[in-house]
C-alpha cells in the first residue's frame, strides 16, 4: 500500500486559545494527523466570527503538511425538526458552518442526519430535500463538502444503518457535495456487530454497496460503553469499550476506507487525553 493511501488518525481537538493556537497545540502533542474542530458553541445556536489571523494560520498549515481538518456542526441541528425556528436555525447553523469550513482549508462539514421527533417521517424527509439541497448548490468548488453522520439509532432518527444512508443520499438527489461521516460507535448503536470476527467488514462492504466506492470521507472512529444494538451514543476510549481495537484493523485493510481520515472522540484518560488511543489506531495501521 503506498503512503497516499494510509488514512491519516487524529482527533477531535479542543481550540481554546484559538483554532490554530490551541487546536495544532494539541494535535502536536498527541501526534494526531488529522484534526476535526468546532467553530462556534457545539450545544447552542450562535454564529461566531472566526479570527482571520488563526484561520489563516490553520489553513496554511493543512495545506503545507497535507493534515485534513474536519468541522463538526453544532449537534442542535435537526433539519427533520417539526419546529419551523428549529429549522430555521439548522440552516444558518450548517451555512455558517460551511463558511467557516471554507475559510480554514476544511474538507468537510460533519452534521448529524437529524430526527422526525414527533411529526411524521415523510414531513421530515421532504424537509430534508428542501433544505439541505439549496446549501449543497451553494458550495463553491474549493469548498468543504457537508458530510453526514448517521445516528444511534434512538427516537425518531431519520438515519442509522448503513443501508439508511440508501434512501437519505437519494432524497439529496445524490448531491456531488453530500458526503458520509461513519462513526463506528454509532454504527455498533444502531445493530451492526462490529465486534465479531468480519463484522466490520461486512459492514463496510455494506456500506460501499449502499453509498459507493468514493462517498465515505471521514470514519469518527470511537469504541462503545454500550452493547451492541443498544441504540446508545456513549463513546468510549479505543480498546476499552465493547468493540474492542482490534476490528479497527479490519478498517484499515477494507478498500472503501483506504485513505479515509480517522478522528477519535473519545473521552480520554485522565493523565493522557488522546495519545494513547492515536498510538494504538497508528499500531494496527502498520505504518
Ligand atoms: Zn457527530
Ligand atoms: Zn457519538
Given at each position: 500500500m503506498g503512503v497516499e493511501l494510509r488514512s491519516p488518525i487524529g482527533a477531535h481537538v479542543p481550540v481554546a486559545g484559538g483554532l490554530a493556537t490551541g487546536g495544532l497545540r494539541y494535535a502536536a502533542q498527541i501526534g494526531a494527523e488529522a484534526i476535526q474542530v468546532f467553530v462556534s458553541n457545539p450545544r447552542g445556536w450562535a454564529l461566531a466570527a472566526g479570527k482571520q489571523v488563526e484561520d489563516e494560520r490553520l489553513r496554511a498549515h493543512s495545506e503545507q503538511s497535507g493534515m485534513p481538518v474536519f468541522v463538526h456542526s453544532p449537534y442542535l441541528i435537526n433539519i427533520g425538526s417539526p419546529n419551523p425556528q428549529t429549522v430555521a436555525s439548522s440552516v444558518a447553523s450548517i451555512r455558517h458552518s460551511l463558511a467557516r469550513g471554507a475559510a480554514i482549508g476544511a474538507r468537510g462539514v460533519v452534521v448529524h442526519t437529524g430526527s422526525a421527533v414527533s411529526q411524521p417521517r415523510e414531513d421530515a424527509v421532504r424537509q430534508l430535500r428542501e433544505h439541505l439541497l439549496p446549501l449543497l448548490d451553494e458550495i463553491p468548488p474549493d469548498g468543504p463538502d457537508l458530510?453526514?453522520?448517521?445516528?444511534?439509532?434512538?427516537?425518531?432518527?431519520?438515519?442509522?444503518?448503513?443501508?439508511?444512508?440508501?434512501?437519505?443520499?437519494?432524497?439529496?438527489?445524490?448531491?456531488?457535495?453530500?458526503?458520509?461521516?461513519?462513526?463506528?460507535?454509532?454504527?455498533?448503536?444502531?445493530?451492526?456487530?462490529?465486534?465479531?470476527?468480519?463484522?466490520?467488514?461486512?459492514?463496510?462492504?455494506?456500506?460501499?454497496?449502499?453509498?459507493?466506492?468514493?462517498?465515505?470521507?471521514?470514519?469518527?472512529?470511537?469504541?462503545?460503553?454500550?452493547?451492541?444494538?443498544?441504540?446508545?451514543?456513549?463513546?468510549?476510549?479505543?480498546?476499552?469499550g465493547r468493540i474492542g481495537a482490534e476490528p479497527f484493523a479490519e478498517l484499515f485493510r477494507h478498500p472503501v476506507s483506504r485513505g479515509v481520515p480517522l478522528v477519535i472522540e473519545t473521552p480520554g484518560r485522565s493523565a493522557d487525553p488522546h495519545r494513547a488511543d492515536v498510538e494504538t489506531l497508528k499500531a494496527l495501521r502498520g505504518v
Open positions: 458530510l453526514f453522520e448517521p445516528m444511534a439509532g434512538q427516537g425518531a432518527m431519520l438515519c442509522a444503518t448503513v443501508q439508511d444512508l440508501g434512501p437519505y443520499l437519494d432524497t439529496l438527489d445524490r448531491h456531488p457535495r453530500a458526503g458520509v461521516c461513519l462513526d463506528t460507535c454509532h454504527a455498533f448503536a444502531a445493530g451492526h456487530d462490529l465486534a465479531a470476527p468480519g463484522g466490520m467488514a461486512a459492514t463496510l462492504d455494506a456500506l460501499a454497496a449502499t453509498i459507493g466506492a468514493d462517498r465515505l470521507k471521514l470514519i469518527h472512529a470511537n469504541d462503545s460503553k454500550d452493547v451492541c444494538g443498544a441504540n446508545k451514543d456513549r463513546h468510549e476510549n479505543i480498546g476499552a
